[in-house]
C-alpha cells in the first residue's frame, strides 16, 4: 500500500508543479485579486502535496531521511499546508463572488490564527495526550467550519449577477466535488492508507489553471479600477475586448441584448470613447501597464 501511496503523490506532485509555473506567470501578468488568491491557495495545496511526498519517500527508504526531516515535513503538512489551505480558500471565494466584507475576513483571520496558536499550545507546550487530542478537534472542528463557510458561499451567491464567470461555476463544482473527500480525510483516511486531497490538489490544477489562462473569468482590472466601471459593466467591457458579438456577450453573461447595448453606452461615456474599436484599442494599450492593486 506504501508504494501506491508514493506513486500516487508523485503523480499529484508532478501535475502541480508543473500547473504551478502556469499559475505563477499568470499571477504575475494579471496581478489581479482573485489570481493572487487562486496562487496563495494552490501554494498551500503544494506544500501539503510535497512533504507528503517526501515523508512518504522516507518511509519507504529508511535511513536516507533524517527523523528530524520528517518532523519537518510532518509539520509542513499538517500546519503549514493545511492552515494555508484553511486561511485562503474563503478568501479566495469572497474575491471569486465578490464578497465585499473586510470585517468578515479579519474574523476569518482572526479564528485561523487564534486555531493555530492554540493547536500549537496543546501540541508542543503543554504535550501531553489528552491536550494534544483536543487540540486535534479544535483544529477539525475549525476545518469543517471553514468547508461548511465555503459551501454557504456557494449555495447563497452562486447566481449572484456580480460573481466571476464561469470562475465561479468551476470553483463550485470543485469545492461540491472535494466536500467528501475532506470529511474522508479527516476520519476515515488512517483505516484506508490512503487521502483524497491529493486527487483533489489534480483536478484543481487543471481546471482553475486553465480557466485563468484563457482569461474567461478575470475582469479587466483598469477598466474595473481606471475608468470607475460596475463590475457588470467590466465584465462587458471585458467580453467586447475578447471580440463577442452583443449577442454573445447576452449568452455568456445571462442578460438581454438590450441590457448590453445599455452597458455599452455606459461604458463608452466612463471610458471617454464612442466606438468598440475605440473601446478594444485603449484596453489593448493599457493591458501592459500596471494593474492597480485590489
Same mark, same amino acid.
Given at each position: 500500500?506504501?508504494?501506491?501511496?508514493? !506513486?500516487?503523490?508523485?503523480?499529484?506532485? *508532478?501535475? !502541480?508543479?508543473?500547473?504551478?509555473?502556469?499559475?505563477?506567470?499568470? *499571477?504575475?501578468?494579471?496581478?489581479?485579486?482573485?489570481?493572487?488568491?487562486?496562487?496563495?491557495?494552490?501554494?498551500?495545496?503544494?506544500?501539503?502535496?510535497?512533504?507528503? &511526498?517526501?515523508?512518504?519517500?522516507?518511509?519507504?527508504?529508511?535511513?536516507?531521511?533524517?527523523?528530524?526531516? +520528517? +518532523?519537518?515535513?510532518?509539520?509542513?503538512?499538517?500546519?503549514?499546508?493545511?492552515?494555508?489551505?484553511?486561511?485562503?480558500?474563503?478568501?479566495?471565494?469572497?474575491?471569486?463572488?465578490?464578497?465585499?466584507?473586510?470585517?468578515?475576513?479579519?474574523?476569518?483571520?482572526?479564528?485561523?490564527?487564534?486555531?493555530?496558536?492554540? +493547536?500549537?499550545?496543546?501540541?508542543?507546550? &503543554?504535550?501531553?495526550?489528552?491536550?494534544?487530542?483536543?487540540?486535534?478537534?479544535? %483544529?477539525?472542528?475549525?476545518?469543517?467550519? =471553514?468547508?461548511?463557510?465555503?459551501?454557504?458561499?456557494?449555495?447563497?451567491?452562486?447566481?449572484?449577477?456580480?460573481?466571476?464567470?464561469?470562475?465561479?461555476?468551476?470553483?463550485? /463544482?470543485?469545492? /461540491?466535488?472535494?466536500?467528501? !473527500?475532506?470529511?474522508?480525510?479527516?476520519?476515515?483516511? %488512517?483505516?484506508?492508507? &490512503?487521502?483524497?486531497?491529493?486527487?483533489?490538489?489534480?483536478?484543481?490544477?487543471?481546471?482553475?489553471?486553465?480557466?485563468?489562462?484563457?482569461?474567461?473569468?478575470?475582469?479587466?482590472? +483598469?477598466?474595473?479600477?481606471?475608468?470607475?466601471?460596475?463590475?457588470?459593466?467590466?465584465?462587458?467591457?471585458?467580453?467586447?475586448?475578447?471580440?463577442?458579438?452583443?449577442?454573445?456577450?447576452?449568452?455568456? &453573461?445571462?442578460?438581454?441584448?438590450?441590457?448590453?447595448?445599455?452597458?455599452?453606452?455606459? =461604458?463608452?461615456?466612463? *471610458?471617454?470613447?464612442?466606438?468598440?474599436? %475605440?473601446?478594444?484599442?485603449?484596453?489593448?494599450?493599457?493591458?501592459?501597464?500596471?494593474?492597480?492593486?485590489?
Amino acid at each position: 500500500m506504501q508504494g501506491y501511496w508514493l !506513486g500516487y503523490l508523485f503523480v499529484s506532485f *508532478a501535475i !502541480g508543479v508543473a500547473c504551478f509555473g502556469v499559475a505563477l506567470a499568470v *499571477a504575475w501578468r494579471r496581478r489581479d485579486a482573485v489570481s493572487r488568491c487562486f496562487l496563495a491557495l494552490y501554494g498551500a495545496l503544494s506544500v501539503m502535496v510535497t512533504a507528503s &511526498l517526501l515523508s512518504a519517500f522516507g518511509e519507504t527508504a529508511p535511513g536516507v531521511i533524517s527523523a528530524a526531516a +520528517q +518532523q519537518v515535513f510532518r509539520y509542513l503538512e499538517s500546519i503549514v499546508g493545511l492552515y494555508g489551505v484553511m486561511l485562503t480558500l474563503p478568501l479566495l471565494l469572497h474575491r471569486v463572488f465578490r464578497v465585499r466584507e473586510p470585517r468578515r475576513e479579519r474574523v476569518l483571520v482572526g479564528v485561523v490564527v487564534a486555531t493555530l496558536v492554540l +493547536q500549537h499550545l496543546t501540541e508542543y507546550v &503543554l504535550g501531553s495526550t489528552p491536550w494534544d487530542e483536543r487540540g486535534d478537534w479544535l %483544529e477539525d472542528g475549525v476545518l469543517l467550519a =471553514i468547508v461548511a463557510y465555503s459551501l454557504w458561499l456557494v449555495v447563497t451567491r452562486w447566481r449572484s449577477a456580480e460573481a466571476e464567470r464561469p470562475l465561479a461555476d468551476r470553483i463550485s /463544482l470543485l469545492l /461540491l466535488i472535494g466536500v467528501p !473527500g475532506f470529511v474522508y480525510d479527516l476520519f476515515l483516511s %488512517e483505516g484506508w492508507g &490512503l487521502r483524497w486531497y491529493p486527487l483533489w490538489y489534480c483536478l484543481t490544477s487543471v481546471v482553475m489553471v486553465s480557466t485563468l489562462v484563457r482569461g474567461e473569468e478575470i475582469v479587466s482590472p +483598469q477598466a474595473a479600477d481606471g475608468w470607475g466601471l460596475s463590475a457588470r459593466e467590466a465584465e462587458v467591457a471585458d467580453q467586447v475586448a475578447r471580440g463577442l458579438s452583443n449577442k454573445d456577450i447576452a449568452t455568456t &453573461l445571462h442578460i438581454s441584448p438590450n441590457t448590453v447595448k445599455t452597458h455599452l453606452r455606459t =461604458i463608452f461615456e466612463k *471610458a471617454g470613447v464612442r466606438s468598440r474599436f %475605440e473601446l478594444i484599442s485603449r484596453m489593448s494599450r493599457s493591458s501592459g501597464a500596471k494593474h492597480p492593486e485590489g
